[in-house]
């Protein structure tokens, strides 16, 4: 059964950075296109960014455009999420995801179960 487990979530101050990743398990990772989604308390999960299964394209939302950088190695199973310039407005529990290349949460099967990311002003 393919797993995906994400790390590097934190506590950051205003203009700080993380580099979130995404660690899958199985034989599939290369064969299918990673995401990153976002869910702030009381809101729901919206679309961050996405990466083909090779990392030739690359979409994100307009909120993080120039801010963060998505990546992936896949000889080593894992998927980035580097976010550069935080701001309290990216408080929220960061998935990762495997699917096709969309920005809809229905195209991605596998789900992790999250990482907090916190910003202080």
């Known amino acids: 059964q393919v797993q995906v487990v994400e790390s590097g979530g934190g506590l950051v101050q205003a203009g700080g950075s993380l580099r979130l990743s995404c660690v899958a398990s199985?034989?599939?990772?290369?064969?299918?296109?990673v995401g990153w989604f976002r869910q702030a308390p009381g809101k729901e999960r919206e679309f961050v960014a996405t990466?083909?299964?090779?990392?030739?394209?690359?979409t994100y939302t307009d909120a993080v455009k120039g801010r963060f950088t998505i990546s992936r190695d896949n000889a080593k199973n894992t998927a980035y999420l580097q976010m550069s310039n935080l701001k309290p407005e990216d408080t929220a529990v960061y998935y990762c995801?495997?699917?096709?290349?969309?920005?809809?949460?229905?195209?991605?099967?596998?789900w992790g179960q999250g990482t907090q990311v916190t910003v202080s002003s």
């Open positions: 995801a495997q699917g096709i290349y969309s920005s809809s949460p229905g195209g991605y099967g596998v």
């Open positions: 199985g034989r599939t990772f290369r064969s299918n296109a």
């Open positions: 990466i083909t299964t090779g990392g030739q394209s690359t």
